[in-house]
């Protein structure tokens, strides 16, 4: 469910105008395999009639590798945009008039999950493969195609998708929701009967200079980037600003917050209550006296133990579930009495620990000695929202439309009236 204009203009008010990208490092991951993998792609162009680049189509404009141009020559060339489920494609028609100023007439949009769209790309690899000269190949009757791209974009989903089309049996290459599945060149693999055509699958390669730290954070959220390398709560808070600047607002719904927000620590707070996601933290109090202690913002709730043979440590657990933004104390129990799951108690005793709830967590508690602290998994909230994203949860988004709005439109010849 969508917000209203009215509502969406003032959560807008708020929000950022642009990301903070100073002091971020450009997230760059080039290991052996992609250099060795590269140069297998290199030794195996005398066998190959077509390079078809596979490419994620939620950035149909960056993140493409460069390398792929220089070191695989003028081979007949395709343009694969996978994942289109994914995208939004409101302005398919500029991405593709952006591409072909780039020198790219020949692009598909493909679901390799659906298989929509597959059909089209062994007639146009034939039309290309027959409107070049074959050099030494021309009397051979069989087409040898290599897909290229970055990690994570779909190749082997693709082969194993013309497979699935052309020769009705299973797939062939291995696929994995995360980068670095295919680690090598493999060999040759069958598509197609009528006309006979085998596909070289490969591992994906990046651009070991990644043009720009935004360009990084773009192929990260695809997943082409490993996680760790780039670090999973910045890539939330770089997916919270894109789907707030692009009003794509399910992420309010499907996690059940109040309302749209900027601020990330403040979504993934929400996101760790909600789906349990939490962690213990040992806080050194250093003091044995009572009185407030300051604990860590977002800190849930404590059940604590005190000194050995000191009552006063051996406090109730309250459930914050019931209990968020009131004001929780804990109460002595005494030693014949169980421990209840919930309880919110009035103070009465000189030994009561206390502990006041700012917001809806935890920020004080009068209590000697160290305590744990219960405090929101931030990094697997962090995870939960990516993976939510990249699922297609939250709506197909058009991550590159930045570039499209700066793309000028084609000029037009004035129509003559009259």
């Given at each position: 469910?969508?917000?209203?204009?009215?509502?969406?203009?003032?959560?807008?008010?708020?929000?950022?105008?642009?990301?903070?990208?100073?002091?971020?490092?450009?997230?760059?991951?080039?290991?052996?395999?992609?250099?060795?993998?590269?140069?297998?792609?290199?030794?195996?162009?005398?066998?190959?009639?077509?390079?078809?680049?596979?490419?994620?189509?939620?950035?149909?404009?960056?993140?493409?590798?460069?390398?792929?141009?220089?070191?695989?020559?003028?081979?007949?060339?395709?343009?694969?945009?996978?994942?289109?489920?994914?995208?939004?494609?409101?302005?398919?028609?500029?991405?593709?008039?952006?591409?072909?100023?780039?020198?790219?007439?020949?692009?598909?949009?493909?679901?390799?999950?659906?298989?929509?769209?597959?059909?089209?790309?062994?007639?146009?690899?034939?039309?290309?493969?027959?409107?070049?000269?074959?050099?030494?190949?021309?009397?051979?009757?069989?087409?040898?195609?290599?897909?290229?791209?970055?990690?994570?974009?779909?190749?082997?989903?693709?082969?194993?998708?013309?497979?699935?089309?052309?020769?009705?049996?299973?797939?062939?290459?291995?696929?994995?929701?995360?980068?670095?599945?295919?680690?090598?060149?493999?060999?040759?693999?069958?598509?197609?009967?009528?006309?006979?055509?085998?596909?070289?699958?490969?591992?994906?390669?990046?651009?070991?200079?990644?043009?720009?730290?935004?360009?990084?954070?773009?192929?990260?959220?695809?997943?082409?980037?490993?996680?760790?390398?780039?670090?999973?709560?910045?890539?939330?808070?770089?997916?919270?600003?894109?789907?707030?600047?692009?009003?794509?607002?399910?992420?309010?719904?499907?996690?059940?917050?109040?309302?749209?927000?900027?601020?990330?620590?403040?979504?993934?707070?929400?996101?760790?209550?909600?789906?349990?996601?939490?962690?213990?933290?040992?806080?050194?109090?250093?003091?044995?006296?009572?009185?407030?202690?300051?604990?860590?913002?977002?800190?849930?709730?404590?059940?604590?133990?005190?000194?050995?043979?000191?009552?006063?440590?051996?406090?109730?657990?309250?459930s914050c579930s019931q209990s968020l933004g009131k004001f929780l104390e804990w109460k002595e129990p005494r030693v014949d009495e169980p421990v209840p799951q919930t309880s919110l108690l009035s103070p009465s005793e000189p030994s009561m620990a206390r502990l006041s709830c700012g917001a809806s967590f935890l920020t004080t508690l009068s209590v000697p000695g160290d305590v744990n602290v219960i405090q929101p998994n931030y990094s697997a909230a962090a995870y939960d929202f990516l993976r939510?994203?990249?699922?297609?949860?939250?709506?197909?988004?058009?991550?590159?439309?930045?570039?499209?709005?700066?793309?000028?439109?084609?000029?037009?010849?004035?129509?003559?009236?009259?």
């Amino acid at each position: 469910m969508r917000p209203s204009p009215r509502a969406l203009l003032c959560a807008q008010a708020a929000w950022r105008e642009c990301f903070p990208l100073r002091g971020r490092e450009v997230a760059r991951w080039f290991p052996g395999h992609m250099a060795k993998g590269l140069k297998k792609m290199q030794s195996s162009l005398k066998v190959v009639d077509c390079v078809i680049e596979v490419h994620d189509a939620r950035i149909p404009l960056s993140g493409r590798n460069p390398l792929f141009q220089e070191t695989l020559g003028l081979k007949p060339h395709l343009l694969v945009l996978n994942k289109m489920d994914l995208a939004d494609l409101t302005e398919q028609q500029k991405i593709l008039q952006h591409l072909e100023g780039t020198g790219l007439k020949n692009v598909i949009f493909t679901d390799c999950v659906k298989d929509e769209n597959i059909k089209q790309i062994v007639p146009k690899v034939t039309e290309l493969i027959g409107s070049s000269y074959r050099y030494h190949r021309a009397e051979n009757l069989e087409y040898c195609i290599m897909v290229v791209g970055v990690p994570n974009v779909g190749k082997s989903s693709l082969i194993n998708s013309l497979r699935r089309q052309h020769l009705r049996i299973g797939k062939a290459a291995r696929v994995g929701g995360e980068p670095g599945i295919t680690r090598a060149v493999t060999s040759r693999i069958q598509v197609c009967e009528r006309p006979l055509m085998f596909l070289l699958d490969t591992p994906g390669v990046l651009n070991p200079r990644i043009e720009s730290v935004e360009t990084g954070l773009k192929l990260a959220l695809c997943g082409t980037v490993l996680d760790h390398l780039v670090g999973e709560e910045t890539m939330a808070d770089y997916l919270l600003y894109t789907l707030n600047q692009h009003g794509m607002l399910r992420y309010v719904q499907h996690y059940g917050l109040d309302s749209a927000c900027d601020d990330i620590e403040r979504v993934l707070k929400s996101v760790a209550v909600r789906l349990g996601k939490t962690r213990k933290v040992k806080v050194l109090t250093g003091t044995g006296e009572w009185g407030p202690r300051p604990l860590p913002v977002g800190s849930l709730a404590i059940p604590g133990r005190g000194q050995e043979g000191d009552m006063r440590g051996n406090l109730w657990w309250l459930s914050c579930s019931q209990s968020l933004g009131k004001f929780l104390e804990w109460k002595e129990p005494r030693v014949d009495e169980p421990v209840p799951q919930t309880s919110l108690l009035s103070p009465s005793e000189p030994s009561m620990a206390r502990l006041s709830c700012g917001a809806s967590f935890l920020t004080t508690l009068s209590v000697p000695g160290d305590v744990n602290v219960i405090q929101p998994n931030y990094s697997a909230a962090a995870y939960d929202f990516l993976r939510t994203f990249r699922s297609g949860l939250l709506g197909p988004v058009m991550l590159d439309r930045d570039t499209l709005q700066d793309h000028p439109r084609p000029a037009q010849t004035p129509q003559r009236v009259g």
